[in-house]
């Protein structure tokens, strides 16, 4: 299918380049090709460019593999049906490589086992690669990504290359970062992030492949080093173990860059919010995986005359400039969301954002060339014909799953309707608070405002939400997600507590610090909010206390809204104070827990402030 030029370069030993002009390339980029040829011994270099042409070449490639069928509804939109064994990201499997183990791992209390951080010596580290790269592309093209996180040349932008042998991986990066020969001229002979990822598949490969899915789940590896600003990761295809632009470039590495630089890594979507005045906020929050940042991201406000726009939907890169006014970038280009629960009446502006140039990934198909999942039951007649993502017959009502609860959509972010004009200014957006959040079912009311700086960076590291499909865990269960950042680590969690703290200094204005809750179930299970776009109620009363209005009561966690001073016109019964009930015994206990948690895990780590704000909270409550 490719052309290829029997070209032997110096460099690259006898490795045939398929496309692109290697010696084109920054030196210390022909280096680094070099080396991983020489070790991964692939069949052949293509060297990417991040032409339309190009993704018309690896479609038809993946879809005459039967990785990829046409979604013949849509305009070129593909669905992919992954193994079965290679859905969601791999936490066990995702590790820190630093010299000292005290720059990745917290100073844990003896005895307890940190969940803060996977730390491994570079010494383990370079055992266990060692034991997978070499050879691993053997049989294989290894492609090479030119690709900038943030607008290419913005000064808050970066650049990485990754290397890899799945051209379905290429296809998602395409989507998801900024893949152009243009990275080559701005990297010039400047470092850039190293990610290498392979399938983990050489040929000869005698393991059975499941749906023209190479992977190798037995010996999935993600690794990071932070210091040599570099990523491997191994056996899986799954987004955020294998587009390493996003969790592992995006948060894990640029977590210790922006620890070293003063700026700020998070997983946070940022939204502007326009109220029917004409002021605009932006707004950044951190809520754990599949917990609700697309769908806030880009809702369709329930209140009439507000207007959201999206900046991002998972990552943002936030600095303070010389004023002293935090200003953040969406690193992405695209959204790689969760699809299940999505619909025309939930996410309208994420469905208009996918109906074209699109790459779904364990999601079901329709007889007539559409998608399906959980969530789309109403859109569609009953007696549609659908094949789930494992590629058995479905109909609606059944009683399996017709798509994967982690299956995903990846679509340009440039697609989506409510796009905000700036989303690609070079400076970012000026942002006027941040907001924590997770799926607590009990006892956390809709939304509280934190007391002042310390207190929010003490809110944000309790932070708890029930586990979700998104990583390996089975079952729902509470679990600590200290700034929904407890998977994308890229350093010691206690020193990033104090980086935070850190942060509060002349001449930066540190924005307030809110915490929400969507997911709070009365004692039949049912949500006593309706969420979703009705989510622009609490946006709006967020606002208010971003103007300082009085319109807050103090509260042993926090400042609360006064009784009425959310907008609930025109929303139907809804039960203000189950919503805001603070159960005395809940919230005593969950001091206790909290606290013992960041003793445990952080140990001498764990920033006096931190615990003295604990402290604090435990003796509000006890006066309750
Ligand atoms: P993300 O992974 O943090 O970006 O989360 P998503 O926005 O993709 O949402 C994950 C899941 O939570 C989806 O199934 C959504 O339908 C659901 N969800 C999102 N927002 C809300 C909300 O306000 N209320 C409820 N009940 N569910 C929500
Ligand atoms: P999200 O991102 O679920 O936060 O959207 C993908 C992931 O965490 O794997
Ligand atoms: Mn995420
Ligand atoms: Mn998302």
Redesign the pocket.
Known sequence: FYEVHEIVVPHLGHVPIAKGDFHRLPKKVQKFIAYYCDLLTPRGLYICDGTVKEADEVVHKLLERGTLEPLEKLDNCFICRTDPADVARVESKTWISTKQKHDTEPDCKEGVNTIMAHWRSPEEAKKETSERFPGCMAGRMMYVIPFSMGPIGSPLAKVGVQLTDSNYVLLCMRVMARVSEKVWDALGDNDFVKCVHSMGCPRPWRKKVVNHWPCNPEKILIAHFPEERKVKSYGSGYGGNSLLGKKCFALRIASVIARDEGWMAEHM?IMGLTDPQGREHYLAAA???????????M?KPGLPGWKVLCVG??IAWMKFDETGQLFGINPEAGFF???????WK??PN?MHSFQANTVFTNIAKTEDGGYYW??LEDELPKDTKITTWRGEPFKIGDPIKAAH?NSRFCCPAAQCPIIHPKWEDPKGVPIDALIFGG?RPEGVPLVYESFDWNHGVMVGAQLKSET?A?AEFKGKNIMHDPM?MRPFMGYNFGHYLQHWLNLNKAPNKVPKIFHVN??RVDKEGK?L????G??VRVLDWICKRVRGEDVAFKSPIGYMPKKGTINLEGLGPIDWDALFDLPREYWQQDCKETQKFLEDQLGKDLPKEILEECKKQTERISKM
């Open positions: 979507l809520f754990p995986s599949a917990c609700g940042k697309t769908n806030l991201a809702i939907d998972d969301g969760v699809a299940p629960g999505t619909n939930t996410n994420a959980e969530g609860p799926r979700t998104a929904a969507w997911f949500f909010w309706p969420g979703f009705e989510n």
